[in-house]
C-alpha cells in the first residue's frame, strides 16, 4: 500500500466541491441572464426571491464545507501518521461517495428522507473512519 492512497479521496472530495461551486455560479448566472433576478439580490447571499434550482446548489456546496472539514482533518491526520489503513481507504471513499450521492439527490429531485438516510450514512462513515484511524495510532 501507498502512503498517499488515503490523500487521493481527499482530492476527490474537494474536486466535486468545485464542481458543485461551478453549478452555484451556472446556476445564478443563467437566473440572471434570463431576468428572474437582479444580482444585488446577492448581497446578503440567498435570499427568498431565489428560486429553488439557484438556491440549492449554493446550500449544497455550503454543506460541502461544513462537516467534511472533519474527513479532511482525519485523512490528513492519518497520511501525517502513515495509518491509513486499507480500511481507512476503503471507507475514505465510501465517504466521498456518499457526499457525491447526498449533492446529486440534493440538488436535483431533492426527496428530504433520501437526502437524510444518505446524509446519516455518511455521517457513521465519517465517524468509523475516525475510530479506525485513532485505532490504528494508538494501538
Known amino acids: 500500500m501507498k502512503e498517499t492512497e488515503i490523500l487521493a479521496p481527499v482530492f476527490a472530495l474537494a474536486a466535486w466541491t468545485v464542481c458543485i461551486l461551478l453549478l452555484v ?5 443563467r ?7 437582479v ?15 439557484v438556491v440549492l446548489p449554493n446550500r449544497n456546496y455550503m454543506n460541502l464545507l461544513e462537516l ?4 479532511y482533518v ?11 489503513t486499507n480500511l481507512a481507504i476503503k471507507l475514505a ?3 466521498v461517495s456518499l457526499r457525491v450521492l447526498h449533492s446529486l439527490i440534493h ?11 444518505i446524509f446519516v450514512a455518511s455521517n457513521l462513515v465519517l465517524l468509523s473512519l475516525w475510530f479506525e484511524v485513532g485505532n490504528s495510532i494508538f494501538n
Open 74 to 84: 482525519i485523512c490528513l491526520i492519518a497520511y501525517a501518521s502513515q495509518n491509513g
Open 68 to 71: 467534511p472539514i472533519l474527513f
Open 39 to 53: 444580482v444585488d439580490v446577492y448581497k446578503l447571499g440567498e435570499s427568498p426571491e431565489l428560486s429553488e434550482r
Open 107 to 117: 440538488v436535483t429531485y431533492n426527496k428530504v428522507m433520501h437526502r437524510f438516510t
Open 31 to 37: 437566473a440572471a441572464l434570463k431576468g428572474q433576478h
Open 25 to 29: 455560479a451556472f446556476q445564478r448566472v
Open 93 to 95: 471513499w465510501l465517504y
